[in-house]
T-cell receptor, first 109, second 111 residues
C-alpha cells in the first residue's frame, strides 16, 4: 500500500524558519506535492518535486530524496498568515493522489 | 478564469438517505477528483473522472458513485448514508498533469 507520515503539529514564531518533514512508502512513485489548507478553506497547491533536490518558490522550498523516501517543506520568514495545515501528497499509480494526515503549523507573534 | 465551485456548502441528511453533491470544475479542466476529509484528517481520495469516465478509485464502497458531464461539471452520489459519512467533501479539477485546484467543499452531516 501507500502511506505518508508527517508530524501532527509544529509551532514557530514570526520571522523564523520551519521545516515540515514527510516520509512515505509506495510501490510506485510519480512525485511528491505539498498543499496548504487554512481552517475552513480549500487546499491550495504550494510545491511539487518529481526528481531529487530542492524546488524554491518564494518563501517556500521543498526537497525530495527518493532513495530515502523522504521530503520536506521549508517555510522561511514566517508570517502569521502561514498558520495552517500542510499536507504532503504522494502521486502513486493510476493518477491517485494520497494525502498525508497533515501538519498543523501555528505561528506566534 | 472561474475557480472550482461546489454546492451546497452545507447539508444535513438522515442515516439511510441518499445525497448528491455538485461541482463545477475550472474551465478547461478535463479531470475531476473527489475527496472526503474527516475532521482533523487529510483528504481521502474517493475517485477520479477523466473525459466522463472513472479512471481511478480509492478504498470507498460502491455506494459512492459519480458522474462527470461534458460541461466540466460533476456529481458525487452517496447512497444509504451512514453516520461515518459525515465529513467535508472536496472536489478538485486539473488539466493534464497540472496541480489540483480545489473547491471549498460541501460539509455533510449525517444524523
Amino acid at each position: 500500500g501507500q502511506s505518508l507520515e508527517q508530524p501532527s503539529e509544529v509551532t514557530a514564531v514570526e520571522g523564523a524558519i520551519v521545516q515540515i518533514n514527510c516520509t512515505y512508502q509506495t510501490s510506485g512513485f510519480y512525485g511528491l506535492s505539498w498543499y496548504q489548507q487554512h481552517d475552513g478553506g480549500a487546499p491550495t497547491f504550494l510545491s511539487y518535486n518529481g526528481l531529487d533536490g530542492l524546488e524554491e518558490t518564494g518563501r517556500f522550498s521543498s526537497f525530495l530524496s527518493r532513495s530515502d523516501s523522504y521530503g520536506y517543506l521549508l517555510l522561511q520568514e514566517l508570517q502569521m498568515k502561514d498558520s495552517a495545515s500542510y499536507f504532503c501528497v504522494l502521486k502513486g499509480g493510476a493518477d491517485k493522489l494520497i494525502f498525508g494526515t497533515g501538519t498543523r503549523l501555528q505561528v506566534f507573534p | 478564469e472561474t475557480g472550482v465551485t461546489q454546492s451546497p456548502t452545507h447539508l444535513i441528511k438522515t442515516r439511510g438517505q441518499q445525497v448528491t453533491l455538485r461541482c463545477s470544475s475550472q474551465s478547461g479542466h478535463n479531470t475531476v477528483s473527489w475527496y472526503q476529509q474527516a475532521l482533523g484528517q487529510g483528504p481521502q481520495f474517493i475517485f477520479q473522472y477523466y473525459r466522463e469516465e472513472e479512471n481511478g478509485r480509492g478504498n470507498f464502497p460502491p455506494r459512492f458513485s459519480g458522474l462527470q458531464f461534458p460541461n466540466y461539471s460533476s456529481e458525487l452520489n452517496v447512497n444509504a448514508l451512514e453516520l461515518d459519512d459525515s465529513a467535508l467533501y472536496l472536489c478538485a479539477s486539473r488539466q493534464g498533469d497540472s496541480p489540483l485546484h480545489f473547491g471549498n467543499g460541501t460539509r455533510l452531516t449525517v444524523t
